[in-house]
């Protein structure tokens, strides 16, 4: 699940099953809008990067973190928009990621 208000962003990945998993999280499952003509519906899905509302920029990097471990995670917004997040998690775990930060990369790094 993706969340997003303003500036703030959520990603919750929930493992519901006795196994590991481990994948990229790269395009969202189809879900239903209105095209804006008349009660109109269309499928649409989204990529994590369009999702999160992510720079797809070489020299942006986002730092985010897990909210359940307080682990930190960094990385970069080009490869977030087009490769998705890799992800491993063992059965019935999750992962809640908030606190998402936008930085640039510049001459001091």
């Known amino acids: 699940y993706s969340i997003r208000s303003g500036s703030a962003r ?17 395009t969202s499952v189809a879900y239903s809008t ?15 990067g369009q999702g999160l509302g992510l720079r797809d920029e070489e020299d942006i990097f986002y730092i ?3 909210h359940l471990t307080g682990q930190e ?14 992800v491993e998690l063992e059965a019935y775990k ?7 930060r936008e930085v640039r990369d510049n001459e001091w790094h």
């Open 64 to 66: 985010f973190r897990d």
């Open 34 to 48: 209105r095209t804006g003509n008349g009660d109109g519906r269309v499928l649409v899905q989204k990529n994590l």
């Open 73 to 86: 995670y960094l990385r970069n917004g080009r490869d977030l928009c087009q490769n998705g997040l890799y």
């Open 10 to 26: 959520a990603l919750v990945v929930y493992h519901n099953r006795f196994a590991t998993a481990r994948g990229w999280l790269k």
């Open 94 to 100: 999750c992962h809640v990621f908030d606190d998402w």
